[in-house]
């Protein structure tokens, strides 16, 4: 009777398991792709806290996770491409501007803007896939043999060439200077004067995103960064995150 009773246990997890998989590879569908990003077919079915919308997407695998609150925000702008729209709001991986560590950012599909919110309520789940991130080129730890992948069809300004793809991963200030050198051949970041330059010209890069980015210049103890929305600079510390372009110059 016991063994019964443990096989018959056996078939409900293995069952379960395959349940799950199969519930998750619904989800993948056939992936959309938007950019760099390739996007699940589907939402999630139901709305969950920011917490289990983070593990949820991580056991679809393979590095699906949620989208930034720039990346959800373009997610909305083609939505007729990915069918993105349900009935209420969808979270962000972008935590708020704010000391509260349980803040992060949604975007609402009733205004596309963009909203603070504490994790533990209940908004809707998209799972995306950055195909750039998970060749593992851009965090401080790779390899420089994936140099190409981020230097691209290199963009020439004057006397500066700079690398096709920013790094897409936030880092902090030394942890770019650090994947930027291992980039060799003189890359580097640039100064503010030459990230206001690669603002300007944005649209000749083959992915930026509205947000953060490092420059090399120093300000006392802080480094100057640029908002690449609106163009704003300004100085902040050193262990924030952001994002990265490489720089060289050239005869």
């Given at each position: 009777m016991k063994k019964v009773f443990l096989s018959v246990m056996c078939l409900i997890i293995v069952q379960s398991i395959f349940a799950q998989k199969s519930e998750y590879d619904s989800i993948i569908g056939t992936p959309i792709k938007i950019g760099n990003l390739l996007v699940a077919q589907y939402n999630f079915p139901e709305k969950m806290t920011w917490e289990h919308a983070q593990a949820a997407c991580a056991k679809l695998g393979k590095g699906w996770r949620l989208p930034t609150q720039d990346e959800l925000h373009e997610l909305y702008l083609n939505q007729d491409s990915i069918g993105f729209i349900d009935n209420f709001d969808f979270w962000s991986s972008t935590e708020g501007m704010s000391t509260n560590p349980k803040i992060h950012i949604i975007v609402s599909v009733y205004s596309s803007g963009h909203a603070e919110s504490e994790d533990d309520e209940y908004y809707g789940v998209r799972a995306v896939y950055s195909e750039i991130a998970d060749k593992n080129i851009?965090?401080?730890?790779?390899?420089?043999?994936?140099?190409?992948?981020?230097?691209?069809?290199?963009?020439?300004?004057?006397?500066?060439?700079?690398?096709?793809?920013?790094?897409?991963?936030?880092?902090?200030?030394?942890?770019?200077?650090?994947?930027?050198?291992?980039?060799?051949?003189?890359?580097?970041?640039?100064?503010?004067?030459?990230?206001?330059?690669?603002?300007?010209?944005?649209?000749?890069?083959?992915?930026?995103?509205?947000?953060?980015?490092?420059?090399?210049?120093?300000?006392?103890?802080?480094?100057?960064?640029?908002?690449?929305?609106?163009?704003?600079?300004?100085?902040?510390?050193?262990?924030?995150?952001a994002f990265v372009f490489a720089i060289r110059t050239i005869k």
């Amino acid at each position: 009777m016991k063994k019964v009773f443990l096989s018959v246990m056996c078939l409900i997890i293995v069952q379960s398991i395959f349940a799950q998989k199969s519930e998750y590879d619904s989800i993948i569908g056939t992936p959309i792709k938007i950019g760099n990003l390739l996007v699940a077919q589907y939402n999630f079915p139901e709305k969950m806290t920011w917490e289990h919308a983070q593990a949820a997407c991580a056991k679809l695998g393979k590095g699906w996770r949620l989208p930034t609150q720039d990346e959800l925000h373009e997610l909305y702008l083609n939505q007729d491409s990915i069918g993105f729209i349900d009935n209420f709001d969808f979270w962000s991986s972008t935590e708020g501007m704010s000391t509260n560590p349980k803040i992060h950012i949604i975007v609402s599909v009733y205004s596309s803007g963009h909203a603070e919110s504490e994790d533990d309520e209940y908004y809707g789940v998209r799972a995306v896939y950055s195909e750039i991130a998970d060749k593992n080129i851009n965090v401080p730890n790779s390899e420089p043999q994936n140099a190409n992948l981020i230097l691209g069809n290199k963009v020439k300004i004057g006397n500066l060439e700079i690398a096709e793809n920013d790094l897409l991963v936030k880092m902090s200030w030394d942890d770019a200077k650090a994947a930027i050198a291992k980039l060799g051949n003189g890359w580097r970041l640039p100064n503010k004067d030459e990230l206001n330059l690669i603002y300007k010209n944005k649209v000749k890069f083959k992915n930026y995103l509205n947000n953060f980015y490092w420059s090399s210049s120093l300000q006392g103890e802080y480094v100057w960064w640029q908002y690449f929305k609106d163009g704003t600079q300004q100085y902040q510390g050193k262990n924030l995150d952001a994002f990265v372009f490489a720089i060289r110059t050239i005869k």
